[in-house]
């Protein structure tokens, strides 16, 4: 391609490539890291410890109240990631994963 056909694929091909290169690059220009790695861990646990529990027979009053403190703490943690304040998201998780392990003692 010569004269203006080829010199307008060539500003077509260099506005994508820029595009993509500035869309890839905008969290790490914002700012936005995301949460910490084993923040997303102790969240993804929490909430299959959480659904677990929810499918056992939780016959004791002791049993219930751990789980909907658990349910709850993993609620308010969510909320938290959300509104990316991680450092209350991690005690909230922190505090859902205690209920879970109280849970656990008192069901054995």
């Known amino acids: ?3 203006w056909a080829g010199w307008l694929v060539r500003l077509a091909i260099g506005s994508a490539v820029a595009m993509a290169w500035i869309a890839s690059s905008r969290p790490a220009r ?7 790695a084993d923040l997303v861990r102790l969240e993804r646990l929490v909430g ?5 529990a929810r499918d056992q027979d939780l016959g004791g009053a002791e049993e219930r109240k751990s789980y ?3 349910q709850q703490d993993d609620a308010l943690g969510e909320q938290a990631l959300e509104a990316r304040d991680y450092d209350k998201a ?6 859902a994963s205690g209920a ?3 849970l656990e003692r008192v069901s054995k």
């Open 30 to 36: 914002c700012g936005d890291s995301g949460p910490p």
């Open 68 to 70: 909907l403190q658990a």
């Open 90 to 95: 991690m005690s909230y998780f922190r505090q």
């Open 48 to 52: 299959l410890r959480v659904a677990h």
């Open 1 to 3: 391609m010569t004269g």
């Open 100 to 102: 879970l392990d109280a």
